[in-house]
């Protein structure tokens, strides 16, 4: 076994990526994911994904080595296999709250070494990915874009801007999921099943962020659209800022951030 990419960790976000980057016809074959329940991955097995529970095996295989494992466990994987990682690898953390000059300093060698932040939807191709790294050039740059490219969309970022990408973009799927939650409710008080509740919203807020994504306006320019003078929209969105929508996502964005910052 020869992999190309090596997932260390293959928990929700290292499944996901692995699932966007097979949904794109990367070949299964260069594909390797570790865990220690490896039973856990057998769908990635039957479609010829490399699995082990050994990381220096996979890493000593990879070119590619990306880091997909609880944030209090990136120092001890990376000390473990510290003396496959050398300086002709290139290395990929989607690992929360630990920087480059950490994941250096654990290092014995210097490969070139990514941050890259996605999110949970990159199992469908539609991830928002963040990625910083120090110096690296555009060759390395393009590499990794490539991959994460797969999943979605890439933006490249300074890393201090890291822990607020984590915030926007990761925790963001949860806070967009909470909201469309709330529209399904909102529906089924108002007559709909929870399936065609669950239809509309979910189109709703697709077609919503397609509408700012193709025509590039401001999220204000579409509201304005669609809220006539005494209309329901402006009612209720008018009750929504009075029970604090606005301010209370804010907060829990700020929130989210303060404490990962801490």
């Not at 607020?164 to 529906?187: D, E, H, K, N």
Request: net charge negative.
């Amino acid at each position: 076994m020869n992999s190309t990419i090596a997932i260390l960790g293959g928990g929700n976000l290292g499944q996901a990526i692995a699932s966007g980057l097979l949904s794109e016809n990367f070949n299964p074959s260069d594909i390797a994911i570790t865990r220690h329940k490896t039973g856990l991955l057998q769908s990635f097995q039957d479609q010829g994904v490399y699995i082990n529970s050994n990381n220096i095996e996979a890493v000593s295989n990879a070119q590619i080595v990306i880091i997909a494992v609880k944030p209090y466990r990136i120092a001890d994987v990376l000390q473990e296999v510290n003396s496959v990682l050398t300086n002709d690898k290139l290395l990929i953390s989607v690992v929360s709250d630990f920087s480059i000059a950490q994941i250096n300093s654990e290092l014995t060698h210097h490969p070139v070494v990514f941050r890259a932040m996605p999110n949970t939807a990159s199992s469908v191709n539609e991830s928002m990915t963040c990625i910083a790294s120090h110096n690296a050039s555009e060759e390395d740059t393009n590499k990794v874009k490539d991959i994460f490219n797969a999943l979605g969309e890439t933006v490249v970022i300074n890393e201090q801007l890291m822990d607020a990408a984590t915030v926007l973009g990761a925790c963001g799927i949860a806070y967009v999921l909470r909201f469309i939650r709330g529209m399904i409710q909102g529906g089924i008080e108002i007559g709909f099943d929870a399936q065609t509740a669950t239809q509309i919203a979910t189109q709703t807020v697709k077609g919503a962020s397609e509408l700012l994504l193709q025509k590039g306006n401001h999220p204000e320019a579409e509201i304005d659209k669609v809220t006539t003078p005494k209309g329901c929209t402006i009612a209720g969105l008018n009750e929504m800022e009075h029970q604090g929508f606005s301010s209370a996502l804010i907060k829990g964005i700020k929130t989210s951030f303060d404490n990962i910052s801490d």
